[in-house]
T-cell receptor, first 109, second 118 residues
Framework: SQELEQSPQSLIVQEGKNLTINCTSSKTLYGLYWYKQKYGEGLIFLMMLQKGGEEKSHEKITAKLDEKKQQSSLHITASQPSHAGIYLCGADMFNDMRFGAGTRLTVKP | GAVVSQHPSRVICKSGTSVKIECRSLDFQATTMFWYRQFPKQSLMLMATSNEGSKATYEQGVEKDKFLINHASLTLSTLTVTSAHPEDSSFYIC??????????????FGPGTRLTVL
């Protein structure tokens, strides 16, 4: 069973639009990771957040971790077809990592 | 960043045979390696945690006699799927924890192995 709630499950946006993906845990997280995956391929590391209130950006992708360290959001600005894929959040549970169910992003040109 | 390799990247086998998948940390030592399985349209599910020199810890519902894990060195862990059946067909990904990483729990993922059992 998934210990992280990730939403939405799938997302279809028009190129150029902004979008947000959410990841929620019932427990306080030691760390929150965001990955991108093309189905059947390995994970591409995007960002890691550890501190409450932390926010990181890379190119057009911004990730935030709330103060309680239980919720994170991934925001993509002006989406492009290259952003399409599956986005997974991973929670550092100290001894191992658990993943959300994933969000399948489709960007229509 | 640290690199983790997996071999093979794809394998097709007949039902009843055994398949071994290797996971190597190429430029760092990994005291702990994790094995995940991913079915189509689903997320990664942790199968087992492998610590160098000790027995692996399996998640509930994962048969330890079917999925044999060996972590013989700080850079190599192997997963052997014994007597594979079509329902074992899946995408298997390993990750390695970097002992000397900035974050104690920093993990690096391999590219995955696609197993198809006919």
């Amino acid at each position: 069973s998934q210990e992280l709630e990730q939403s939405p499950q799938s997302l279809i946006v028009q190129e150029g639009k902004n979008l947000t993906i959410n990841c929620t845990s019932s427990k306080t997280l030691y760390g929150l990771y965001w990955y991108k995956q093309k189905y059947g391929e390995g994970l591409i590391f995007l960002m890691m957040l550890q501190k409450g209130g932390e926010e990181k950006s890379h190119e057009k992708i911004t990730a935030k971790l709330d103060e309680k360290k239980q919720q994170s959001s991934l925001h993509i600005t002006a989406s492009q077809p290259s952003h399409a894929g599956i986005y997974l959040c991973g929670a550092d549970m100290f001894n191992d990592m658990r993943f959300g169910a994933g969000t399948r992003l489709t960007v229509k040109p | 960043g640290a690199v983790v390799s997996q071999h093979p990247s794809r394998v097709i086998c007949k039902s009843g045979t055994s398949v071994k998948i290797e996971c190597r940390s190429l430029d760092f030592q990994a005291t702990t390696m994790f094995w995940y399985r991913q079915f189509p349209k689903q997320s990664l599910m942790l199968m087992a945690t492998s610590n160098e020199g000790s027995k692996a810890t399996y998640e509930q519902g994962v048969e330890k006699d079917k999925f044999l894990i060996n972590h013989a060195s700080l850079t190599l862990s192997t997963l052997t799927v014994t007597s594979a059946h079509p329902e074992d067909s899946s995408f298997y990904i390993c990750s390695a924890r970097n002992l000397g990483g900035r974050s104690y729990n920093e993990q690096f993922f391999g590219p995955g192995t696609r197993l198809t059992v006919l």
